[in-house]
Structure formats: structure tokens, C-alpha cells
């Protein structure tokens, strides 16, 4: 079973920027769509953004659009999330997520079970 563990995470200011790593170990995760969602206090878990396995495409839930950006490593089996431009907002646990099987794509999915592979999440607060 893959093991992700999220890093990166922080107070900010609005207008500040972050960036969010995820390790993953005991599995490669190459072969995998990956994504990351946020959860913020008494909201439902959101996705974010989704990445292909080569990283060649990416998706972005509106309200990240043109400030955060997904990349992925396979070399070093981990996946990044930047986030700029933040906003009060933004404010909530991020989680990053691997896709259950490769056919699984990359864009937000209508089954959050195609990513219930999550890590325990790095807090992102921002304030005004």
C-alpha cells in the first residue's frame, strides 16, 4: 500500500505563496494519475488539480485556475503543488491523492473513490 506524506504547508498572508510537496514511498506511483484536494473546516473535501502520469497534462478547479500549478516528479516519486496569489480562501487542509487504478484520469472525478489513496494533509492558513 502507497504512503503519502504531504509537506510544505504554513500561515501566509493573502497575496503570499506556498509550495506543497508529496512524497509518496512503498510504491511507485509513475504509472498513476495524481491530484490534490483540500478540505476546509465544516466544508466537503474539494478537489483541486489533477496531473497525468507523465505530467504532461493538468486540470484546476476553477477557483485555483492561473494561481496554482501541479507538477510531478516520477524520479523522485513526488508530486507539487505551488500555490500563488493566495487568498483567505484558500484556507484548508490539503491532501494529495493517487489515483486507484491507471485508467483512472487526471480531470476532477465524479467518484471521489478514484482517489481515496490520501496522505494525512499539510494545513495551509492564509490570513488578510
Known amino acids: 500500500q502507497v504512503q503519502l506524506v504531504e509537506s510544505g504547508g504554513g500561515s501566509v498572508q493573502a497575496g503570499g505563496s506556498l509550495r506543497l510537496s508529496c512524497a509518496a514511498s512503498?510504491?511507485?506511483?509513475?504509472?498513476?494519475?495524481m491530484a490534490w484536494f483540500r478540505q476546509a473546516p465544516g466544508k466537503e473535501l474539494e478537489w483541486v488539480s489533477g496531473?497525468?502520469?507523465?505530467?504532461?497534462?493538468?486540470y484546476y478547479a476553477d477557483s485555483v485556475k492561473g494561481r496554482f500549478t501541479i507538477s510531478r516528479d516520477n524520479a523522485k516519486n513526488t508530486l507539487y503543488l505551488e500555490l500563488n496569489s493566495l487568498k483567505t480562501e484558500d484556507t484548508a487542509m490539503y491532501y494529495c491523492?493517487?489515483?486507484?487504478?491507471?485508467?483512472?484520469?487526471?480531470?476532477?472525478?465524479?467518484?471521489?473513490?478514484?482517489?481515496?489513496?490520501r496522505g494525512q494533509g499539510t494545513q495551509v492558513t492564509v490570513s488578510s
Open positions: 512503498k510504491l511507485t506511483v509513475s504509472p498513476y494519475c
Open positions: 496531473i497525468n502520469s507523465g505530467g504532461g497534462s493538468t
Open positions: 491523492a493517487k489515483a486507484r487504478r491507471s485508467t483512472v484520469v487526471a480531470m476532477a472525478p465524479e467518484n471521489l473513490d478514484d482517489y481515496k489513496t
